[in-house]
């Protein structure tokens, strides 16, 4: 064996053993992120009976929120709101698979699932009309006692994931929350509006930018709506809208619903 032979062959081994080390230290999931069930061979982050569930959205939808509806045209939120975005595109519905990886996402040590998450913003755009060529990506800031005891902002991730995906510029301070405001998932619509009214400031002048949002979910709209505001008030001069999923637009809110009990 020629001493090339012998240090080409060492130089592998020393690969196999880093990748293998690399492999103990990060090991890849081996449990269905929604279901719990063991992943088989080919499966990414979800078995392939959930990947099955999580289907993205297309028409019929409102032409503003993306919410799926039966006719053409705007949903009835839309038509009663007042929208400051052009256009805001979910993925898919807020239920089953996708529902619970969104869960794991956020309070169940769930941060591996980024780029899972981010893939699925990215392959909707990819088939939407009329997306930005190349706007600045901004995530919705969290409310900064939970940035604390979550230790990582769902949206900044995702946007970080999108921003990556398709080359464009993206500013994660952009935005800042002005006042404490409480979780969003607890209250219902109304009280959803008035939590998150000007709630939201933007950092510095965005005069003649053209801004894509990112959130994780999209309910009321009143989140998406507060923060397009703040963008629009220094100079964006259009919002657009990206999230993971929408949820029903008449959400009871957790507090609520245990209220009377
Ligand atoms: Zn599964
Ligand atoms: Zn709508």
């Not at 009835?76 to 996708?98: I, M, N």
């Not at 939407?128 to 940035?147: E, K, N, S, W």
């Amino acid at each position: 064996m020629s001493r090339s032979d012998s240090q080409g062959r060492w130089h592998n081994l020393k690969s196999e053993i880093a990748e293998a080390l690399l492999g103990l230290l990060f090991p890849g999931p081996i449990f269905c992120a929604a279901c719990g069930a063991r992943l088989e061979r080919n499966d990414e982050y979800v078995c392939s009976a959930c990947r099955a569930q999580i289907i993205l959205l297309s028409e019929p939808m409102c032409r503003r929120c993306g919410r799926p509806i039966s006719y053409p045209g705007f949903c009835t939120q839309c038509c009663l709101r007042e929208r400051s975005f052009v256009r805001s595109w979910p993925a898919a519905a807020y239920r089953g698979a996708l529902r619970q990886c969104l869960h794991r996402f956020k309070y169940n040590y769930g941060v591996y699932l980024a780029p899972f998450l981010g893939m699925l913003l990215a392959k909707r755009l990819q088939q939407a009309d009329g997306v930005p060529t190349d706007p600045m990506v901004v995530p919705v800031p969290l409310d900064p006692g939970r940035m604390r005891h979550r230790g990582f902002n769902q949206a900044e991730l995702l946007a970080s994931e999108l921003a990556k995906i398709y080359g464009w510029r993206l500013h994660k301070k952009a935005l800042r929350r002005i006042r404490t405001t409480l979780p969003q998932a607890d209250l219902n619509v109304e009280e959803r509006w008035a939590n998150v009214s000007g709630a939201f400031a933007a950092t510095e002048k965005l005069a003649g930018k053209e801004i894509l949002l990112v959130d994780d979910i999209y309910t009321t709209g009143a989140t998406a709506e507060a923060a397009s505001q703040a963008l629009k008030e220094a100079g964006a001069c259009a919002v657009y809208v990206a999230t993971v999923a929408i949820a029903s637009s008449h959400p009871q809110g957790r507090r609520n619903k245990y209220k009377h009990k």
